[in-house]
């Protein structure tokens, strides 16, 4: 009798201080998928910033770039959730960043891997 293999879960806080070059984030490893739980972006400077926050897939030999927020303005110390339900991504699928500020803006991201 064979026996299924169990899921793995785990659980992953990425922080990045965003740069105004866009920046790798995460992305999800072979054999895994990622659900993005929470993305936050917080600006401890003195004016409004803006991010922009992206879904990379590789489909054949090219990346389609989907923008989850583009340009998205956070307020002078203040933060802003940039996802209100779960994003999946799949193996090899990847998040990148970037801003208008190369030291204000802070993000975090929470996600869940869990064996495909």
Known sequence: MAIAAAAVNTFRTVTKVVGITTQLVYEA???FVGVCLLAQ???TGSNTQTISWNHNRIVGVSTVVTEIVKNFPVPANDTANL???RLVLETGDYITISGSSSTDLKFLI??????S
């Open 29 to 31: 490893p072979v054999g």
């Open 41 to 43: 972006c917080a600006n």
């Open 83 to 85: 996802i209100t339900g």
């Open 110 to 115: 929470s996600i869940l891997e869990t064996s």
